[in-house]
C-alpha cells in the first residue's frame, strides 16, 4: 500500500600546456623533482620501535630462562662444576635470545600482515568496492579497527544501493509523465482530432503535469525535511487539525463513497502543527486512494497518562510481506502495475517527520483487509 572491477586507472595524453614547468628552490634552477627524496621520519621512528621490541623481547626471554637457575645455584638446590655451570647459562642464554627472536618476529608477522589486510580493505573501501572480509585470528586494536572498517562497508553499501535505487526510481517517475505528455501533444500537432479527442488528450497532459509538480514539491519537501530543519513546537488542537484535514479531502472521498467515522474528543499536544498537518494529510490520502468504492475510514484519538494516540483505520487492500517491509523506500509502490495514482513518497515523508518530531509511528496491514496507522504523541 505504500506510494511510493577489474580495477585500473585511465590517465590521458596531457599536452605541454598542462604541465607547467616546477616551480624552482629559491630561484636557483632546482626543480621539486630534482630535490633528493628524504626518508620520512615516520619511518625511522618505526624502525626504533621494532627493534626496541625485539630488545625487550630477549631481554625478558631471558629474563625468565637464566634468573630461576641462577636462583636455584646461589640457594644450593642444584650443585654444579663451574665450567659446565658457564656452559649451562651460555646454552640458556642463546635459548633465550633465539625464543626472544621467535616470539617477537611472530608478533611482527601478525602486526604487518593485519596492517595490511587493514589497507587493502581501506582501498577497496576508497574504489567502491565495500565486499571485504578479514582472518579470523587478528587481535588487540588490529580488530577494533577490523571491526569499523566491516560496519563502515556495510553502512557505505546499503547508501550506495539506497542512491541507486533512488536515481532510478526517480528516473521512472520522472521520465513516465514526461513521455505520456510528449505523446499527446505531438498528437494534437498532427491535428485530425475530434473536439472530444482534443479534450481528452489535453486533460491528459494537464494531469500527468499535475503529477510532476506533485512528483517535484514531495521530493523538495524530503530534502527539506533531511537538512537542518528548525522545527517550533507549540500546544495545538490535534483532534481539531484532523477534522480540517478530512474537510480538506471531502472531494476525494465522496468520489469513492468513503463513510468516514471520525467522533473523538479534543486533545492537546505539543509538537510542530506544520509537519503534522504534512504527516496526517498523507496518511488520510492513503487511506482513501486504498480504500475500495463505498468503503469505510475510521479516526480515532485517544489519550492515556503517558501519550494521545492518533489511529488511522481503512478497510481497503492491504499490504503484503513485500509492500511492509518496504512502504517507507522512497518511491516505492506496493502497486506494480502503477495504475493507483502517487509518486511513492506519501509514507517516506510521513517516517522522516515522525522521526524528527520524536513521534512513534506504527503500521498494522493485512491483505485485502486494510492498514492501521497509529502516531503516538509523548506527553511532555
Not at 526517480?170 to 499527446?184: A, D, M, N, Q, Y
Not at 486504498?290 to 489511529?311: L, M, P, R, Y
Request: hydrophobic share 40%; proline share 2%.
Amino acid at each position: 500500500m505504500a506510494e511510493k572491477d577489474n580495477d585500473f586507472t585511465f590517465e590521458p595524453k596531457q599536452s605541454p600546456k598542462d604541465n607547467p614547468p616546477q616551480t624552482t628552490n629559491q630561484g636557483r634552477g632546482e626543480s621539486a623533482t630534482d630535490r633528493p627524496k628524504q626518508k620520512p621520519q615516520s619511518d625511522r621512528k618505526k624502525a626504533v620501535n621494532e627493534l626496541i621490541r625485539a630488545f625487550f623481547c630477549v631481554l625478558i626471554t631471558a629474563v625468565f630462562a637464566i634468573v630461576p637457575v641462577v636462583l636455584l645455584a646461589l640457594s644450593g638446590a642444584i650443585e654444579f662444576k663451574m665450567e659446565f655451570g658457564y656452559l649451562l647459562l651460555l646454552f640458556l642464554f642463546i635459548c633465550s635470545v633465539v625464543a626472544g627472536f621467535l616470539i617477537y618476529f611472530r608478533g611482527y608477522y601478525h602486526r604487518t600482515h593485519d596492517a595490511k589486510a587493514i589497507y587493502d580493505a581501506a582501498e577497496k573501501i576508497i574504489r567502491g568496492d565495500y565486499e571485504i572480509d578479514f582472518d579470523d585470528d587478528t587481535y588487540g586494536d588490529f580488530k577494533t579497527v577490523e571491526d569499523a572498517l566491516l560496519i563502515t562497508a556495510q553502512r557505505l553499501k546499503l547508501a550506495d544501493k539506497e542512491k541507486n535505487d533512488f536515481i532510478n526510481d526517480f528516473s521512472h517517475e520522472l521520465k513516465t509523465p514526461i513521455v505520456s505528455i510528449r505523446g499527446f501533444a505531438k498528437l494534437i500537432a498532427k491535428g485530425n482530432l475530434t473536439k472530444e479527442e482534443e479534450k481528452e488528450y489535453l486533460a491528459i497532459i494537464v494531469s500527468e503535469s499535475d503529477r510532476l509538480i506533485d512528483l517535484t514539491a514531495s521530493t523538495l519537501m524530503l530534502d527539506r525535511l533531511g537538512s537542518n530543519l528548525e522545527i517550533e513546537n507549540h500546544y495545538y488542537n490535534v483532534s481539531e487539525q484532523l477534522r480540517k484535514t478530512i474537510l480538506l479531502l471531502q472531494n476525494d472521498w465522496e468520489k469513492k463513497d468513503i463513510e468516514f467515522i471520525a467522533d473523538f474528543d479534543d486533545h492537546n499536544v505539543l509538537s510542530s502543527e506544520e509537519l503534522t498537518s504534512q504527516l496526517f494529510l498523507n496518511l488520510i490520502q492513503n487511506a482513501i486512494k486504498f480504500s475500495h468504492q463505498n468503503g469505510k475510514i475510521i479516526i480515532d484519538v485517544k489519550k492515556t497518562d503517558a501519550q494521545v494516540s492518533v489511529i488511522i483505520q481503512d478497510f481497503g487492500v492491504g499490504m503484503d510481506g513485500e509492500t511492509k517491509r518496504r512502504m517507507y523506500d522512497k518511491y516505492f509502490r506496493g502497486d506494480k502495475s502503477r495504475s493507483t495514482p502517487g509518486n511513492g513518497l506519501g509514507l517516506s515523508t510521513v517516517k522522516r517527520i515522525s522521526e524528527l518530531l520524536g513521534l512513534e509511528l506504527k503500521a498494522t496491514s493485512e491483505l485485502g483487509k486494510g492498514t492501521t496507522f497509529t502516531i503516538n504523541f509523548k506527553n511532555k
